[in-house]
């Protein structure tokens, strides 16, 4: 009985941990054929700084995150993104900004290694984003970041 029990939630953890690894699995960021840009919304100065340099991320089934916009990519807005998991399991890929809307503050970001998208709406007041969608979350997952200038 003790046996069949460990033996459930052992199978358990590694469902878990397969269905978490196939949404973050590793790909190297795909650019545009010739170029060493990515296709993405091109932004402002002032609209990049808006977007902050560092997100703390919060996603289902016991990821945390830090994507990093990486310097020197005047007018993109691209992150160097490192997920953890629970069970220590690291996965890093490239996210960058594929549309923003100043006006409505609504977000849109491209995953490269899945080729998902992000999307949500930042409240610049509180420099958070709270239940965010992505392409490829079951209905009702949400994600959230704590975005700032400075670590």
Not at 63 to 86: E, L, M
Request: proline share 3%; charged share 20%.
């Amino acid at each position: 009985m003790k046996k069949s029990i460990a033996l459930r939630k052992f199978l358990v953890v590694l469902s878990v941990t397969l269905l978490s690894l196939a949404f973050f699995a590793k790909a190297e960021p795909v650019q545009k054929s010739g170029s060493t840009e990515f296709d993405t919304q091109k932004l402002t100065e002032a609209e990049i700084r808006t977007l902050g340099i560092f997100w703390q991320v919060t996603e289902p089934y016991g990821w945390t995150g830090t994507w990093i916009r990486r310097p020197n990519t005047p007018s993109q807005a691209i992150y160097d993104a490192t997920w953890k998991h629970t069970n220590g399991t690291v996965v890093t890929d490239v996210i960058h900004v594929q549309s923003w809307d100043n006006a409505t503050k609504k977000i849109t970001f491209y995953r490269i290694g899945n080729q998902g998208k992000y999307s949500g709406v930042i409240d610049l007041n509180r420099m958070v984003l709270e239940n965010g969608t992505a392409s490829w979350y079951p209905a009702g997952m949400k994600w959230s970041a704590k975005i700032s200038n400075t670590r």
